[in-house]
């Protein structure tokens, strides 16, 4: 019993007024966006709004990160719109499955830990664009059916409740926490439309939520190779753009809320939420910032403001459709320009003058192909990449050698910096093997051999001191430079290994 406590964190203090009350205010701003994500993917709201329940719920209770959000996304929606229309939506719900199944073999596998490769640029890119993603898909609230900017007294209206909205939102939280502010912003917004029976867009406006219980549903395809050829792709790119997502944002609600969560634990709950999603008819999903920084901002901290969140969901499904329909836009549009406007990593901006210039420009490139191309995977990879490539280029150039000749005459060479891939020309250049007497000790105490590029480079000096008849020696390899050394025995040929006596410099 013990453990299944520990497990779910039942542990924790819990605040239940303002988990309940926040997770009211999560469910409401779940609406529009999961029926606006599944209309992107060509799909019915229903199928939308049904994701959101499932993902909520079961990584609200089994996730890694409690407090997190997860639903319907639409960095999932891009990846599965062009299957959805060739091939229609019993393959989207066989995708989900699949690419569920993938994110729990990550999670079990334990890869949950290489997030932490992505650098902080790239999260200051990937939030910064995500956060002017979440406002740009605001401005559709101001445009009427055909595309058109509203104008006259529909503009008016509609920018007076906006802007009281997120008045109330600001200021709110200056005069007393008792109640969420976005709660009580949506409900003053919907109270004042409703009794001055002002003529403004509502949630019924873009389409009908009512429906009832998710329904189990096996995917109706053929069971066959092909069929897996054809999903697998999108399963893999819908796996891993989840898994980026959820465990950025993770990592994002970590900083904000001084905890820990678990990225390994979080990777096995996506994967069962998809997994369940794909067969109760829902278009999976993945962890949302901006409903997440909702809740954490109205101080839920728990797993009960998740599981509030979805269940109210399911209920508005079911049973308040009416009333929910009836819920203004412009109060979910002020609520989410807040967001994006809470999400926004201002401090980055003053990083311009201070950072180095290669980590303003990967933090800028993350940006910029998060926010045209709306691929928060790619963005991410692109990153890490160039500031991996960044990195290997700065400590290529660090690797130096300092030489001199002791009373025998046997020339010394101490190496300084990581030999590797990137520095293995510059240090090859070092040695002059014409011209060095007839001994040489290389000394790698302060050096490491990183990789086989780097073995490759050692192979090659001793075969040119060889052919001048010269012997030479390697010092001070540590155990993990001597085993790379030992297990490439059969390519190359190392004259000498000094084992010595004092102490090697080892790795911690």
Known sequence: MQKIINLFDFKQKVDYKTEILSGITVALALVPEAVAFALIAGLSPLVGLYAAFMMGLVTS?????????????????????????????????????????????????????????????????????????????????????????????????????????????????????????????????????????????????????????????????????????????????????????????????????????????????????????????????????????????????????????????????????????????????????????GTFEWASLRTFTKFPKSDILVMVLVTLVTVFLHNLALAVLIGVIIAALVFAWDNAKRIRARKFVDDNGVKHYEIYGPLFFGSTTAFTEKFDVLNDPEEVIIDFKESRVVDMSAIEALNKLTERYHKQNKKIHLKHLSPDCRKLIKNAESIIDVNVIEDPTYNVMLND
Request: net charge positive; hydrophobic share 55%.
């Open 61 to 341: 209770i089994l996730g890694g990160r409690p407090g997190m959000i997860s639903g319907a996304t639409g960095a999932i929606a891009v990846v599965i719109v062009v299957l959805a229309k060739t091939h229609g939506v019993e393959y989207v719900f066989a995708t989900v499955i699949l690419a569920g199944i993938i994110q729990m073999l990550a999670g079990f596998l334990k890869l949950g830990k290489l997030i932490r490769l992505v650098p902080h640029p790239v999260i200051f890119g990937f939030v910064n664009g995500l956060a002017i993603i979440i406002f740009m898909s605001q401005l559709d609230q101001f445009k009427d059916a055909s595309g058109n900017w509203l104008t006259g007294s529909n503009m008016y209206i509609l920018l007076a409740l906006v802007g009281l909205t997120m008045l109330i939102i600001w200021g709110l939280p200056k005069i007393t926490k008792a109640v969420p502010a976005s709660l009580t912003a949506i409900l003053v917004v919907f109270g004042l439309v409703y009794f001055l029976k002002l003529d403004t867009k509502t949630v019924g406006d873009i389409a009908s939520i009512k429906g009832g219980f998710p329904p189990f549903h096996i995917p109706q395809i053929p069971f066959n190779l092909e069929t897996l050829q054809i999903i697998f792709p999108y399963a893999a790119i819908v796996a891993g753009v989840g898994l980026i997502e959820s465990l950025l944002t993770l990592n994002i609600i970590d900083e904000i809320t001084e905890t820990r969560g678990h990225s390994n634990r979080e990777a096995v709950a996506q994967g069962t939420a998809n997994i369940l999603s794909g067969f109760f008819s829902g278009m999976g999903g993945c962890a949302m910032l901006g409903q997440s920084l909702i809740n954490v901002s109205n101080g839920a901290r728990a797993r009960l403001s998740g599981i509030v969140a979805s269940v109210m969901l399911l209920v508005f499904v079911m049973f308040g459709s009416g009333l929910i329909e009836k819920v203004p836009m412009a109060a979910l549009t002020g609520l989410m320009i807040m967001v994006a406007i």
